[in-house]
């Protein structure tokens, strides 16, 4: 099947450094990545929605300036944490939807979740 | 009221029983999502659902479009089905709280 692979899966980071994870499929292409947050206990949230080629689409409540995410090819996709703060501490997940014309009509193509990556901001 | 519930919280069973957990939505949806979440994070997609019903292997899952409810059955369970079962709803994202399921031998 379908792999999404995510890098690093782990990281432990003073705080004010920023932190870059990436989200790659590996098998196929994906026009559309999502970047996911979630704390202990919880549910996962959606934090954006990255098109390839195009600025990320932010959820409500998520700073774009400290949460950068950059989707400049197909297959990769990277969230980058600016200025990371303990609170920034958690588990960060994306997933990718794959490309496909009939997918893309229809908005339900199948997702493919990264490992994630726990950030632990000291 | 979340947008995305699911019941039970929290489940345990013995191997082999069968098992049921229910995911219940109010927004508009084009697809509905389940998926695995084991204890080190990394989650598994299962089904991808927009009507009707599905198998995998020991996993069924099923919609009613009209009531807005999904359910997802594992037959025969396994202590490795042991995770935590996540129902999503797209086309924006909304999450369920998850189901924690613990099967023992």
């Known amino acids: 099947g379908a792999v999404v692979s995510q890098h690093p899966s782990w990281v432990i980071c003073k705080s004010g450094t920023s932190v870059k994870i990436e989200c790659r499929s590996l098998?196929?292409?994906?026009?559309?990545m999502f970047w996911y947050r979630q704390f202990p206990k919880q549910s996962l949230m959606l934090m954006a929605t990255?098109?390839?080629?195009?600025?990320?689409?932010?959820e409500q409540g998520v700073e774009k300036d400290k949460f950068l995410i950059n989707h400049a090819s197909l297959t990769l996709s990277t969230l980058t944490v600016t200025s990371a703060h303990p609170e920034d501490s958690s588990f960060y997940i994306c997933?990718?939807?794959?490309?496909?014309?009939?997918?893309?009509?229809?908005?339900?193509?199948?997702?493919?979740f990264g490992e994630g990556s726990r950030l632990t901001v000291l | 009221k979340n947008e995305v519930e699911q019941s039970p919280q929290n489940l345990t069973a013995q191997e082999g029983e069968f098992i049921t957990i229910n995911c219940s939505y109010s927004?508009?949806?084009?697809?509905l999502h389940w998926l695995q979440q084991h204890p080190g994070g990394g989650i598994v997609s299962l089904f991808m659902?927009?009507?009707g019903k599905k198998k995998h292997g020991r996993l069924i899952a099923t919609i009613n479009i009209q009531e807005k409810h999904s359910s997802l059955h594992i037959t025969a369970s396994h202590p490795r089905d042991s995770a935590v079962y996540i129902c999503?709803?797209?086309?924006?994202?909304?999450f369920g709280t998850g189901t924690r399921l613990q099967v023992f031998p």
């Open positions: 999503a709803v797209s086309d924006k994202l909304i």
């Open positions: 927004v508009g949806i084009s697809a």
């Open positions: 990255s098109n390839e080629g195009s600025k990320a689409t932010y």
């Open positions: 659902l927009s009507s």
């Open positions: 997933s990718a939807r794959e490309r496909g014309l009939r997918t893309q009509r229809r908005g339900t193509g199948e997702l493919f």
């Open positions: 098998d196929f292409q994906a026009t559309t």
